[in-house]
DNA sequence: TCTCCTAGACCGACCGGTCTATTCAGAATA
DNA sequence: TATTCTGAATAGACCGGTCGGTCTAGGAGA
């Protein structure tokens, strides 16, 4: 049952803190909505802290499979999967009720007074990035970009528009202005082409 | 002294704020960094949230300082109001050593759980737009837009993508992210005037 | 004196984290 | 196969510290 356990906290340890947040989250509420007693968490994890990151990795791994579902879809013109992937994204927010991107909600409440988890949220932000930088790389080679674009820029850019329109999401519990960003950018990194 | 000591606390408190985010700040690390004792506190706010709040007031008393700054300058062409507002608000993060906006934090922090807090922020950012999108409409009646712009959605892009370049600039403590998207935003919207 | 504000001791609740006891599946031994 | 052993995992009482907030007393200006 170890193994139960462990993914059942950190299943709904990451539902809870993309609602709560890391400081509004209390490992007791955690232990009461899994039934877990308290050794237990202190036996799979060695802190609260510890824990956070680890919800991290298994949001990441969430993303990385909507990476590979959009980017590898050879079906899709390259610019197309990546847009793909943040339609992709928008409707895991929707599933999760329109709360947004974890990454971007707790690098912004945590990233001020802890460098591990700036780093560490920087780090999941840089990984995504590269993987859409060779995905436009692909399309400005295919003529769908302008051919002095420069793919890494581009990515970064629309990945932190993309986050500014998820925090505006989460606001108003309402995934316009994700798609209005993803209309916006693409009509604009596509038009000198 | 009933004002200067309130002013204190807001002040204080706002950078305080700007850093560690609301949960992660205690009222006893406030008052420690005041010098301000407990009961004064709560004969001028009545609670915590409540000083936040005012908090909010007070950072966007600045915001509109800016606005004002950048928007009524005649020197300037309706877009380059526009961005300017953006380049003395870059300039503010500069001064607060690079930690972005202090409502996209607040509002992703917080707006998960606290009703009250994403109404508020919500509203501080529709009011920034609309000031923006009537400069960006002036834009349009002057030839600096497109004549079938929409200047409110242009603004709300304007400002979503902002807060998600001021994220990860606070994510590296760097302000080239904020320039990278005001070129790109700029550029975008230029282009078919 | 009356009102506003300062002053800080004090409160119960809750925080993250520790500790010890117990359970239990499976390896080891015979 | 029956028994013992062992370490991982469960279980929750308990800890000191800190949280936001209250209360009462004192001081200052009208």
Known sequence: M????????LE?????LLKHGYNDLGIQALLEATGVPKGSF?????????????????????VHQ????????????????????????????RQDGHLGCMLGALG????????TFARKI??????????????LEEARQQGQLAPDADPVELANLLLNCWEGAALRSRLLR???????????????????A
């Open 2 to 9: 170890a193994l139960n356990t462990k993914e059942q906290l």
């Open 12 to 16: 709904v340890g990451l539902s809870m």
């Open 42 to 62: 202190y036996h799979h994890f060695g802190s609260k802290e510890d824990f956070a990151l680890q919800v991290v990795d298994r949001y990441m791994q969430e």
């Open 66 to 93: 909507g990476l590979e579902a959009a980017l590898q879809d050879q079906t899709l013109q390259p610019l197309d999967r990546a847009r793909r992937f943040f339609e992709l994204s928008r409707e895991k927010y």
């Open 108 to 115: 912004q409440e945590l990233s001020g007074v802890n460098p």
């Open 122 to 135: 920087e780090n999941c932000f840089s990984v995504v990035t590269r993987h859409i930088a060779e995905c």
């Open 174 to 192: 309402d995934p316009a202005p994700l798609d209005r960003m993803l209309d916006f950018y693409f009509a604009a990194a596509t038009r000198d």
